[in-house]
């Protein structure tokens, strides 16, 4: 898979997987350095090539990730469209990416709109849902706290709907709740979420806390959360955090845009984008139902699974071996 080793594309759990299996998978690197990748996702196997050509020589399965490069593959190679349409700006070149390989979009929103962009018939991309690392069902919750505990665990970004939660934060009808509120102060990497951080500094309707950076501190926080509110205002393609929060035992807020209704794992409620009053809404009513229940939790947890998203990514492959690996950042 040519793209950035990102752990939340979850490749070296799909590679961890494919190799349980008795499937020969490797991450391959193309003109960067390893090192730190292997430091990072030990018993994953890399494979670092000095040229780009050199992947013509690999015997076994090649998917790319996002981007491709333009050279011949052993075997038809596969395309894993895990973000969202780019600017028509780099719409030739895209088509050039998929051009003779299996097209694979990670939420049916999302390859409908891949569709469109590629101008090729939707029939033409396969779906492949993501999968929640298996940490998140099997994180122990905490005990119920005398408040319900909300949390905003998206970036600080306008996009993210963090404005929103600003606004509903100010409602009246917000402090009738008697909920305790928490905002994660993520995405500070870019000029965005600097700004709106330095804007939330005092801030005294919500307790701030700090980014989670792996998988397990983010697992540790949303066992201690009861919703988990994903306001977005733009089309996500999918939405794993709400996939994650679900299997952690939260009940879900979500704006109904994108791919988001497609993660519903019994615990979602969808809600109108930009609306701080539905917002509260929706909050008070899962305050009504309750703390998800054992039951509840159970059920969620069998939706978008590892082994179902790996059952679903072979049957696209030469069921040989699967070579994956990392594009350098341009």
């Given at each position: 898979?040519?793209?950035?080793?990102?752990?939340?594309?979850?490749?070296?759990?799909?590679?961890?997987?494919?190799?349980?299996?008795?499937?020969?998978?490797?991450?391959?690197?193309?003109?960067?350095?390893?090192?730190?990748?292997?430091?990072?996702?030990?018993?994953?196997?890399?494979?670092?090539?000095?040229?780009?050509?050199?992947?013509?020589?690999?015997?076994?399965?090649?998917?790319?990730?996002?981007?491709?490069?333009?050279?011949?593959?052993?075997?038809?190679?596969?395309?894993?469209?895990?973000?969202?349409?780019?600017?028509?700006?780099?719409?030739?070149?895209?088509?050039?990416?998929?051009?003779?390989?299996?097209?694979?979009?990670?939420?049916?929103?999302?390859?409908?709109?891949?569709?469109?962009?590629?101008?090729?018939?939707?029939?033409?991309?396969?779906?492949?849902?993501?999968?929640?690392?298996?940490?998140?069902?099997?994180?122990?919750?905490?005990?119920?706290?005398?408040?319900?505990?909300?949390?905003?665990?998206?970036?600080?970004?306008?996009?993210?709907?963090?404005?929103?939660?600003?606004?509903?934060?100010?409602?009246?009808?917000?402090?009738?709740?008697?909920?305790?509120?928490?905002?994660?102060?993520?995405?500070?990497?870019?000029?965005?979420?600097?700004?709106?951080?330095?804007m939330l500094h005092g801030y005294k309707?919500?307790?701030?806390?700090?980014?989670?950076?792996?998988?397990?501190?983010?697992?540790?926080?949303?066992?201690?959360?009861?919703?988990?509110?994903?306001?977005?205002?733009?089309?996500?393609?999918?939405?794993?955090?709400?996939?994650?929060?679900?299997?952690?035992?939260?009940?879900?807020?979500?704006?109904?845009?994108?791919?988001?209704?497609?993660?519903?794992?019994?615990?979602?409620?969808?809600?109108?984008?930009?609306?701080?009053?539905?917002?509260?809404?929706?909050?008070?009513?899962?305050?009504?139902?309750?703390?998800?229940?054992?039951?509840?939790?159970?059920?969620?947890?069998?939706?978008?699974?590892?082994?179902?998203?790996?059952?679903?990514?072979?049957?696209?492959?030469?069921?040989?071996?699967?070579?994956?690996?990392?594009?350098?950042?341009?």
């Amino acid at each position: 898979m040519l793209a950035q080793v990102d752990p939340r594309l979850s490749l070296q759990a799909t590679i961890r997987e494919l190799i349980r299996r008795g499937i020969d998978a490797q991450i391959v690197i193309v003109g960067a350095a390893i090192t730190q990748s292997k430091r990072d996702f030990p018993g994953v196997p890399f494979l670092g090539l000095v040229d780009k050509l050199e992947i013509s020589r690999l015997a076994g399965a090649v998917v790319f990730v996002n981007r491709a490069y333009d050279i011949p593959t052993r075997h038809k190679a596969a395309i894993i469209l895990h973000c969202a349409v780019p600017s028509k700006v780099e719409q030739h070149e895209r088509k050039k990416d998929v051009e003779g390989k299996v097209i694979i979009a990670t939420s049916i929103y999302n390859a409908q709109q891949w569709a469109l962009y590629l101008q090729i018939p939707s029939s033409a991309i396969e779906v492949v849902m993501p999968f929640a690392d298996p940490i998140y069902g099997n994180s122990r919750r905490s005990k119920p706290g005398k408040k319900v505990n909300v949390l905003y665990a998206g970036r600080l970004h306008p996009e993210k709907g963090i404005y929103t939660i600003l606004e509903m934060m100010h409602q009246y009808e917000m402090g009738v709740l008697g909920v305790h509120m928490s905002i994660v102060m993520a995405g500070q990497h870019v000029e965005e979420g600097r700004t709106i951080a330095k804007m939330l500094h005092g801030y005294k309707y919500a307790k701030l806390l700090e980014p989670r950076r792996d998988v397990a501190s983010m697992a540790a926080l949303l066992a201690k959360t009861d919703i988990l509110l994903m306001p977005s205002v733009f089309a996500e393609p999918f939405g794993m955090l709400s996939v994650e929060g679900q299997h952690s035992g939260c009940r879900v807020i979500a704006s109904s845009l994108g791919g988001l209704s497609e993660t519903n794992c019994g615990l979602l409620t969808l809600v109108e984008e930009r609306n701080p009053q539905a917002l509260i809404t929706a909050i008070g009513e899962a305050v009504a139902l309750g703390l998800s229940t054992t039951k509840e939790r159970k059920a969620a947890v069998h939706e978008f699974t590892l082994a179902e998203s790996v059952d679903s990514l072979l049957k696209y492959l030469p069921l040989e071996s699967v070579h994956t690996g990392s594009r350098p950042a341009s």
